[in-house]
């Protein structure tokens, strides 16, 4: 299966730990983003890269969020220091080109954080 | 402030029933999706519309854009159980991002 693949798909971390998610792309797909939902809620944009580049990071807290794609591996949204509003569901999405006009975005099927 | 907002948010039918959903905004929009997500999973595309007063069909689902490219509509005929799950719409916004509405979540009962 070439999908979206995160991992873990739960996770469940203490206030004031680190969270690490990893997507990994589709095949072939350059471009990744990422979305977090909370219960019975749509989807919200929180950063969108490249390869080695973040191209646009407005929906991301400036304090404890980060992520990155690197030039090889998955992309990893970051977030330190965890409290309880963090929990949610954080979802990726990957697409061959960044033209979201025509391409359609390809999800991964996400996962879930729960802070204690 | 939700720059899509779906309408219902909530919506429990008999199956054989017909439903529609709506997506509106007062913001112009380049194309508008619209996904069905099942709990657990990620959301899955539908259709893409592009052009003002675009209709398309999928089946026993008929998505249609407004004229103005602000507010699009899903209609879905004779409703099954398999309908049931969250229905998304999201528009084309600002370049390159996606602007999700907060969703309709559909229950059709057998």
């Known amino acids: 299966n070439a999908g979206v693949m995160q991992n873990p798909r739960h996770l469940v971390r203490r206030r004031g730990q680190e969270a690490r998610l990893r997507c990994s792309p589709m095949?072939?797909?350059?471009?990744v983003y990422w979305y977090r939902q909370l219960p019975e809620e749509g989807l919200k944009f929180m950063v969108y890269l490249q390869k080695e580049n973040i191209i646009d990071e407005s929906g991301m807290p400036k304090e404890r969020f980060s992520a990155e794609f690197p030039k090889e591996g998955p992309s990893i949204l970051r977030i330190q220091q965890v409290v309880r509003g963090d929990s949610a569901a954080y979802f990726c999405a990957s697409s061959p080109t960044g033209n979201l006009g025509d391409q359609p975005q390809h999800f991964g099927d996400g996962t879930r954080l729960s802070i204690l | 402030t939700q720059l899509l907002e779906q309408s219902p948010q909530f919506l429990s039918i008999q199956e054989g029933e017909n439903l529609t959903v709506y997506c509106n905004s007062s913001?112009?929009?380049?194309?508008l999706q619209w996904y069905r997500q099942e709990p657990g999973e990620g959301p899955v595309l539908l259709v893409t519309?592009?052009?003002?007063?675009e209709v398309k069909k999928l089946k026993r689902l008929t998505f249609q854009f407004g004229d103005a490219r602000k507010d699009s509509s899903l209609h879905i005929t004779a409703a099954q159980p398999g309908d049931t799950g969250l229905y998304l719409c999201?528009?084309?916004?600002?370049?390159?991002?996606?602007?999700f509405g907060s969703g309709t979540k559909l229950n059709v009962k057998p």
């Open positions: 913001s112009v929009f380049s194309s």
């Open positions: 095949k072939g797909h350059s471009h």
């Open positions: 999201a528009g084309f916004y600002n370049f390159n991002k996606f602007y």
């Open positions: 519309v592009v052009t003002g007063g």
